[in-house]
């Protein structure tokens, strides 16, 4: 996970809070590029659009937002980052999961932003490699 190996993760940390984990959940802009985010459970409806500082999306990919909490979230996420699973495990909601209840520090933040930089990199590198038939 060194910088110089994963470099830029652009998925910036919005919102104004406490950085409390409450409820991880991932949002999705809506399907026919008009209005706000889909609604999540106990997250409020309303959501502005992505700013700039996240990356715009490539060959038709999902960019959302993974809400920590009503109010802060990381911009920019492509949706295999947060469904991709290795074992039984999905890492980008189990690591959150585990800090339920605490709040992130800066470092926790940038750790975050590196995980999804580093699953997304893992599918695209999974993808690439061909099976033999």
Not at 92 to 107: H, I, M, P, T
Request: glycine share 10%; net charge negative; charged share 25%.
């Amino acid at each position: 996970m060194e910088d110089a190996a994963i470099g830029a993760t652009p998925y910036p940390f919005s919102g104004d809070g406490d950085y409390v984990v409450v409820k991880p959940a991932y949002s999705e802009p809506p399907r026919d590029g008009e209005g706000d985010h889909e609604v999540v459970e106990g997250y409020p409806s309303v959501t502005p659009p992505l700013r700039s500082g996240a990356p715009p999306p490539r060959n038709g990919e999902v960019l959302g937002r993974v809400h920590i909490n009503p109010d802060q979230y990381f911009e920019g996420v492509p949706q295999i980052a947060w469904e991709f699973h290795i074992g039984g495990y999905q890492p980008a909601q189990k690591w959150l999961k585990d800090r339920k209840g605490r709040a992130l520090s800066f470092d926790d933040v940038v750790h975050y932003q590196k995980i999804i930089k580093i699953l997304i990199e893992t599918d695209r590198i999974m993808k690439e490699i061909k099976l033999p038939l």
